[in-house]
């Protein structure tokens, strides 16, 4: 037999690698950061430069290969310096949601065992509540001013100031661990993910794809998702990687704010979940902001209302693109880009699909044991796998969530022929009325496309003739004038008819989880204790 092996390299494929292609090649493209009244700037080579003094720093206070370092901070230029300085000395880092509850903060932190923690100053009374619970946490390095916190605190700038940049990195094997995130817990402790150097590596290149998001230097990133959301969807890296320019909105998340920097600042991408879009188009409908040098809008983390990317397409020229993720899959697995040849006036039904699976994710559509055709009709749950999808969780076995090494997503859909997904719900809120089933999903969108509806949210909720029926929780807009039997009046044109809620509510807001998500749990616990006053109307036909 005659054998023969590849003349290239084993080489690494490592942050570090990123950073500095971005440091060297793109050293004047821009960082940004909003802070409220100014802008603060610096360059690709400024900041790869504070980079190399707080790996420097860190090392100085005996952070090493392997430990764990936590940041608790907004979007901006000192939290993307960990972004690579923790990585590319070969310690962890461990973006934290602020958002979560006490006790889960309190879980995750001493469970990834962090040592040092990184917090923005305005942050630091939401950490001080529970600091003193945090077992493995020896110091804090605090970003501004700001005091209160346990054991030693640093300044952030004096850790920097203190060190010598480092000039040649420790070599780190593309297998180690890179960063970590937790899951949101929805059920139980939330569960931890670690993504490698390695996977880290190729999400970005895979998301810089012309098919993906399709990032160059020409491009100026708002990346409004959470920096501690799935590593901001990848994109700092991504962007990076590419030279694009960023602008971080820091603490300002506001629809108002966010306005003002677009129309100012001049973005051409940008990242986050549909609520946040919701409010930023109906800010820039009322007050005529200039929003037009959007040229890729990437929404997920929960289905995109199709009226919402018809606002944006219809009345200011801007593509809004569903992607579709997790944290398990670091989180890029699908991107809903139309497909060649589509005429323009179809573009929006392929722009509301789910996604399109990306290069590097294997997909397959299951139903207990059985694997389902991709023929875009038949149902069943989606399972992935690929070189950025985890097949475990931290410390945690799940095997509920595994199936022979697929990641079970728990999201329930179709995939057609060309690989594109539509999600019709979770498995958890799949609505099963009489052995049939009712996508919760569809029905929201639906009622958000009402003019009069702001949120909308639906839920199973128990029947004794057909097991579970729909509630509808609707929020009207301020001065709203429709009325039940026109919102079911609506939905009838639109649904078949037998999946028409005959319960409905009427609430002031709807609960969101940590990311932004509809809270569906919180609103059934509502339900199941007596406290949402329900509307009852007779069944249609």
């Not at 084993?10 to 440091?23: K, N, Q």
Request: overall charge negative; aromatic content about 8%.
């Amino acid at each position: 037999m005659n054998n023969i092996r590849s003349t290239i390299p084993d080489f690494p494929l490592t942050i570090r690698g990123i950073f500095e292609h971005g440091e060297r090649i793109h050293a004047a493209s821009e960082v940004a950061t909003y802070a409220g009244e100014h802008i603060r700037r610096a360059s690709y080579a400024q900041v790869g430069e504070r980079v190399r003094r707080l790996a420097a720093g860190l090392g100085k206070l005996g952070i090493g290969p392997g430990d764990r370092v936590g940041t608790f901070a907004w979007n901006n230029q000192e939290h993307l310096e960990a972004y690579f300085a923790v990585p590319s000395m070969g310690a962890v880092l461990h973006c934290i949601n602020i958002r979560l509850f006490p006790e889960q903060l309190i879980y995750i932190i001493n469970h990834a065992a962090d040592r040092i923690v990184i917090v923005d100053s305005s942050l630091v009374p939401l950490l001080a509540k529970f600091a003193g619970q945090l077992t493995t946490v020896e110091r804090y390095i605090v970003i501004g001013e700001g005091g209160g916190l346990p054991r030693e605190t640093l300044r952030y700038e004096d850790v920097l100031a203190s060190a010598e940049p480092v000039r040649v990195w420790p070599e780190v094997a593309e297998s180690a661990a890179a960063a970590m995130c937790y899951t949101s817990g929805t059920t139980g402790n939330p569960k931890g993910v670690v993504y490698s150097h390695r996977s880290t590596w190729l999400h970005a290149a895979a998301a810089s794809m012309a098919n993906s998001i399709g990032l160059t230097e020409d491009d100026k990133i708002l990346p409004i998702v959470p920096m501690f959301h799935a590593n901001a969807w990848g994109l700092p890296y991504s962007g990076w990687m590419c030279g694009a320019d960023f602008l971080m909105p820091d603490r300002y998340m506001q629809a108002e704010r966010i306005g003002r920097m677009i129309a100012a600042e001049r973005p051409t991408v940008s990242g986050a979940v549909p609520t946040i879009w919701n409010e930023v188009l109906r800010y820039v409908d009322a007050n005529g902001i200039d929003v037009s040098s959007l040229r890729c809008v990437v929404c997920g983390g929960a289905a995109v209302p199709r009226s919402m990317q018809e606002g944006f397409l219809n009345r200011h020229g801007v593509r809004v693109i569903q992607g579709w993720g997790m944290t398990e899959t670091s989180p890029l697995a699908a991107v809903a880009r139309p497909p060649r040849g589509t005429p323009k006036d179809q573009e929006i039904d392929w722009l509301n699909k789910s996604g399109r699976v990306v290069v590097g994710v294997e997909l397959r559509l299951m139903s207990g044991e059985q694997e389902l055709p991709w023929d875009g009709e038949s149902v069943g749950e989606i399972e992935v796998r690929g070189p950025w999808v985890t097949s475990s969780y931290y410390l945690d076995d799940a095997p509920e969530k595994f199936h022979d090494r697929w990641l079970r997503t728990g999201d329930v859909g179709t995939v057609d022929a060309k690989g594109f997904i539509q999600i019709t719900d979770r498995a958890k809120d799949v609505i099963k009325s009489g052995g049939e089933w009712i996508s919760s999903m569809e029905l929201e969108n639906h009622l958000i496309a009402h003019p009069d509806v702001l949120e909308a949210v639906v839920i199973g909720v128990p029947d004794e003739r057909w097991d579970e029926r729909p509630l509808a929780c609707v929020v009207m807009k301020p001065g709203a004038a429709a009325t039940l039997e026109q919102l079911r009046d609506f939905l009838a044109a639109r649904v078949a008819r037998w999946w028409l809620p005959e319960r409905w509510a009427f609430i002031a807001e709807v609960p969101k989880t940590s990311v932004g998500k509809l809270d569906k749990k919180v609103l059934r616990a509502r339900y199941a204790k007596g406290e949402i006053g329900e509307v009852k109307v007779e069944k249609m036909g």
